[in-house]
């Protein structure tokens, strides 16, 4: 059975009512506002990768001869006993070292070319400085991904705190807001963070190429200077109307 055109409009009807009253519900019976806390943070963590490479006529002269340089640096590092200093082997690799001869139309191979780099991550920048020096001396092969960023624990720390003077934030506009609509402010209804993006670090640019003629330089790195981070957290907080 087919309805007819006045039934169907007055079932439309009937169901706007029923309709409106959800968008009502749906809708907060309030002030909204949106709560910010803008501060910056000293980024508490560095990190420098140091990296050795040899070349010898066969792999495993190479692989003996980078490991016991590459050990020797290590060693010189930890001989400094960093406070909160970790490492990690970031690369080990060994490849076959040719060049494309243009006279023979075919590879030209000298050897095999053994590297390995460590990642070596602390607290203190200075220290850093210090890493680099002893790479300099020791004959690294190159110095990168110079970088410096936030720790999870202060992360964690300053965005905690950073929430509480973001709901205060938002109490003060809707204050702000209740005043000039000439309404009483009244209880919380709700309140919620808003989502954060982590830090990204920040990366020294570009990387050091070490030569033989660093070898008379100083046990001393180069001065590092470190932006701060920027930390927004938001909230978005709802209040009643008296």
Do not use: W
């Not at 290590?74 to 040719?98: D, I």
């Not at 020096?133 to 960023?149: D, K, P, Y």
């Not at 720790?151 to 000039?180: D, Y």
């Amino acid at each position: 059975m087919k309805a007819s055109p006045k039934s169907i409009i007055f079932l439309f009807a009937m169901t706007l009512p029923f309709t409106s009253s959800l968008v009502a519900q749906e809708r907060p019976n309030g002030i909204s506002v949106t709560g910010e806390c803008l501060q910056k943070v000293n980024r508490d963590r560095g990190a420098v990768t140091i990296s050795s490479s040899i070349v010898a006529p066969n792999a495993k002269e190479s692989s003996r001869k980078t490991i016991e340089a590459h050990e020797a640096i290590k060693s010189a590092v930890q001989a400094l006993k960093l406070s909160g200093l970790s490492t990690g082997t970031s690369n080990y690799s060994v490849n076959q070292e040719c060049e494309y001869n243009p006279k023979t139309s075919r590879p030209a191979c000298a050897g095999y070319r053994t590297t390995i780099a460590t990642r070596f991550e602390t607290p203190n920048f200075t220290d850093l400085e210090e890493i680099i020096g002893i790479a300099s001396q020791r004959g690294a092969q190159n110095v990168s991904q110079l970088e410096a960023f936030v720790s999870p624990t202060l992360l964690k720390s300053e965005r905690e705190s950073c929430l509480e003077l973001a709901t205060k934030n938002a109490h003060a506009k809707a204050l702000k807001i209740a005043t000039g609509a000439g309404v009483q402010l009244g209880k919380l209804i709700s309140v919620h963070e808003e989502g954060t993006e982590s830090p990204h670090p920040f990366m020294g640019r570009g990387a050091v190429a070490m030569s033989a003629s660093d070898a008379s330089m100083e046990n001393q790195g180069p001065t590092l200077d470190v932006e701060p981070f920027d930390l927004r957290v938001a909230v978005t907080s709802v209040y009643a109307i008296q």
